[in-house]
């Protein structure tokens, strides 16, 4: 009985092993199954992107929003006449925001044959893949992954600020515009993100003349009542909150802050974009709000419009930073490959190491920014641009 | 043939088992010499093992001593992070392989006291405490991980439980457990070759345990504690031994766990209650007390949602059912009836 149990299991593991070997045979012709409904549908020799982002899980939401937002410029730069001539192939699979799973799902696109590598979304895998792509020699540009160490390597750029560029970008804001000088913060200890810009923020608070009266900490079990930090910020005579937390939090933040009669200014950065769009939220409540954000739904330049337009209808949603990030991203490697001038014909390894030199030359007009240029490190140059919440829209600061 | 009609059952078994393993590594490595693999299963190949070990070790806790253990997951990240931080401590001062070495023993030894120390207060009750105290045991590991930063400058180790700041570091100071975002350059030391012997190593253990005088007494326990402590075995002696072996091997997973990536963050997906409650569903498919059972469902479970990755959006959707359609082919009694009928073995006897 056991017995029988294990050769039919035994057997059950040599067929998925066999499957798992088969598969790379069975994906080697240029359309195939793997890829999506749109990768199919290119004909001819096609420069393969592939993406990878968590798609389903708690993370899901940023995740999506990069598919899409990638799938967007994909679509446009498809029906434009492609790069260089040549069509995208685009193909994004799910990582559920988990550093093991990211590499599994970054091994599953190279064997599609994947060229050019955009991702991951968050930075715990991202900082896992990269030491992947680094060994692959891949080109790798992550839209979001926000720690230092997700561009670690030459082959590995970003499209977003690093976390310590946010912190150390908002003390200085706070600090040169003589906005606040004491400020507290409230900040979601247990997640990448919100530590990883505390951190920077408070090594720079100082040298700005901004000093930190309250650093309170909450984690992801315990985060639906605030008022115990906010009342510590209030103790401590804070003029300034500082929110390097998302927005889902925020914006019971500062409804909790107005049923207790604290009324500070707020600051935040980009997790706090998307805060008008909560459901239930008084957004008379975010009258004031400051953050540094540098990509504003809502902003009426054309490109912009273009592109909330376009998602809106493919999605039925207005984009969120992320989706603009992905976007850019595409273009980004479109300037690159353009600059470059490389080929489909070209193996990854060698559309890298054109790509590494491009990089450094293009200038690129994006959704999240004007005339983005990089460094041989990997960070982009762009101006952060802070808004502030008046009448419930942005208004550039 | 003769010499091996001769090897008692048991050991029959061992050899077979272990015989799966080593065939298997050695297919693998001749299909990644022939380039005849696919980067996913290159990548995969750590990580079976890893699961493989795991689910091993807890079924020797669930199956053989006969208590729940929620927590296998903790003690994985336990092994995972002391191994990880021996690792980046010398990193630069130590060759590889005693380094990799010294982390497994580290990383093994370390978990086992925790299991060892958790055992002495709960393994003394009768019933379920086991279970509840692991599965708080889990949670907290995790959550102190989560706010520990530790740092490293000319003067020595800084501690801290509040932020990066308070560790008050000189300027050369390097962080080496950064809270949240926990350890990053971890070097990457595990391969297959290595996460096989170590799951080789790990059904040594276990399997001769089980066929040895403590095995015995071990088993004699959880099939009828009042009549095994009449006959003088002494139960708490007995359950911690079974015990703090299983949490030493569920560090040994962590161990080759943290060396795989470069990142090593205690987050709920990873070493969170559901990845314990994942460890017992490759148990318990396998089969409770089955150590076989356990390496080969370990295998398929992990493979599955990754060769599913073709289905898009339903991919976990379909990983569930085909989870409970194999739990139920495996062990609802009807199926198990209809599996007898129509058994291998009984066909291939009907036509002798």
């Given at each position: 009985m056991k017995k029988f149990i294990s050769v039919l299991l035994a057997a059950a593991m040599t067929a998925t092993m066999l499957v798992g070997c088969s598969a790379k045979e069975a994906e080697a012709p240029a359309?195939?199954?793997?890829?999506?409904?749109?990768?199919?549908?290119?004909?001819?020799?096609?420069?393969?992107?592939?993406?990878?982002?968590p798609t389903t899980g708690g993370a899901a939401v940023y995740g999506l929003a990069v598919q899409r937002g990638a799938q967007i410029a994909v679509d446009e730069i498809n029906a434009a006449g492609g790069i260089n001539g040549y069509q995208i192939a685009y193909n994004f699979a799910d990582d559920e925001h988990d550093a093991e799973k990211a590499v599994n799902a970054y091994n599953t696109l190279k064997d599609w044959g994947m060229q050019l590598f955009m991702g991951t979304v968050t930075s715990g895998p991202c900082v896992a893949v990269v030491e992947n792509t680094n060994a692959d020699n891949m080109y790798q540009i992550t839209p979001s992954g926000s720690a230092v160490d997700c561009i670690k390597y030459p082959n590995a750029f970003r499209v977003c600020f690093s976390d310590p560029g946010q912190g150390g970008k908002s003390a200085q804001y706070i600090g040169e515009n003589g906005i606040a000088s004491k400020v507290a913060v409230i900040y979601d200890s247990s997640d990448v993100y919100s530590t990883g810009i505390y951190q920077s923020f408070a090594a720079d608070a100082a040298n700005f003349g901004v000093e930190i009266v309250a650093a309170e900490a909450f984690t992801a079990d315990n985060k639906t009542d605030f008022t115990i930090q906010l009342q510590k910020a209030k103790d401590a005579g804070a003029e300034l909150v500082f929110l390097p937390i998302y927005y889902s939090e925020a914006a019971l933040i500062l409804s909790q802050a107005n049923s207790m009669g604290f009324a500070p200014m707020f600051f935040g950065c980009d997790g706090l974009d998307g805060i008008l769009s909560v459901e239930d939220f008084d957004t008379t409540l975010a009258e004031g709000v400051m953050l540094l954000t540098p990509f504003a739904a809502d902003a009426d330049d054309e490109a912009t419009k273009n592109f909330v337009a376009a998602y809106d209808a493919a999605y039925g949603e207005t984009p969120i930073q992320f989706a603009a990030d992905a976007y850019d991203a595409i273009y980004i490697i479109k300037a690159a490959l353009e600059k470059a001038g490389a080929t489909p014909e070209m193996s990854a390894s060698e559309i890298n190491d054109v790509m590494k030199a491009a990089m450094l030359e293009i200038t690129v007009d994006g959704l999240t920014g004007a005339g983005m240029t990089w460094t041989e490190d990997g960070e982009v140059n762009k101006e952060p641009k802070a808004v502030k919440i008046v009448d419930g829209a942005y208004t550039a600061m | 043939m003769k010499k091996k009609m001769n090897l008692n059952k048991s050991t029959k078994s061992t050899l077979i088992t272990i015989g799966m393993v080593v065939v298997t590594y050695i297919v693998m490595m001749i299909l990644t010499?022939?380039?005849?693999?696919?980067?996913?299963?290159?990548?995969?190949?750590?990580?079976?093992?890893?699961?493989?070990?795991?689910?091993?070790?807890?079924?020797?806790?669930?199956?053989?001593?006969?208590?729940?253990?929620?927590?296998h997951a903790g003690f994985m990240c336990v092994g995972a992070f002391s191994s990880a931080f021996f690792s980046i401590c010398f990193k630069e001062t130590m060759a590889?392989?005693?380094?990799?070495?010294?982390?497994?023993?580290?990383?093994?030894?370390?978990?086992?006291?925790?299991?060892?120390?958790?055992?002495?207060p709960v393994l003394?009750?009768?019933?379920?405490?086991?279970?509840?105290?692991?599965?708080?045991?889990?949670?907290?590991?995790k959550n102190i991980i989560n706010v520990l930063y530790v740092g490293r400058d000319a003067n020595g180790f800084h501690f801290?439980?509040?932020?990066f700041m308070s560790l008050n570091m000189e300027a050369d100071g390097k962080i080496l457990i950064n809270g949240a975002q926990g350890i990053t350059g971890t070097p990457h030391d595990s391969n297959f070759t290595v996460g096989a012997i170590l799951l080789v190593v790990t059904l040594l253990i276990v399997l001769n345990l089980i066929n040895s005088r403590s095995g015995r007494a071990i088993m004699a326990i959880r099939d009828n504690r009042?009549?095994?402590?009449?006959?003088?075995?002494?139960i708490t002696k007995y359950k911690l031994l079974a015990f703090s072996i299983s949490a030493g091997l569920a560090g040994l997973a962590g161990v080759l766990y943290a060396h795989n990536l470069s990142i090593l963050q205690a987050q709920p997906k990873n070493f969170g209650y559901n990845m314990s409650i994942m460890i017992l569903v490759y148990v318990v498919l396998g089969g409770i007390g089955n150590i076989r059972g356990s390496v080969i469902a370990s295998v398929i479970l992990v493979l599955l949602p990754e060769l599913m990755r073709e289905?898009?959006?339903?991919?976990?959707?379909?990983?569930?059912?085909?989870?409970?359609?194999?739990?139920?082919?495996?062990w609802a009694p009807k199926a198990k009836l209809f599996r007898e009928k129509y058994s291998l073995k009984r066909l291939l006897k009907k036509d002798n």
């Open positions: 359309t195939d199954s793997a890829a999506s409904t749109e990768a199919a549908e290119v004909e001819g020799a096609a420069f393969k992107i592939g993406g990878c982002g | 010499q022939a380039g005849a693999l696919s980067s996913l299963m290159k990548g995969l190949l750590v990580p079976l093992c890893i699961y493989a070990i795991i689910a091993v070790a807890l079924n020797l806790t669930v199956g053989i001593l006969g208590e729940l253990s929620l927590g590889a392989g005693p380094r990799f070495f010294l982390a497994i023993v580290i990383g093994a030894l370390i978990s086992a006291l925790f299991g060892l120390l958790i055992g002495i003394r009750l009768q019933g379920d405490y086991l279970a509840i105290v692991t599965l708080a045991f889990g949670e907290i590991i801290s439980t509040k932020d009042i009549a095994a402590e009449s006959v003088g075995i002494n289905l898009n959006d339903y991919r976990m959707l379909i990983y569930s059912i085909v989870l409970i359609g194999i739990m139920l082919f495996n």
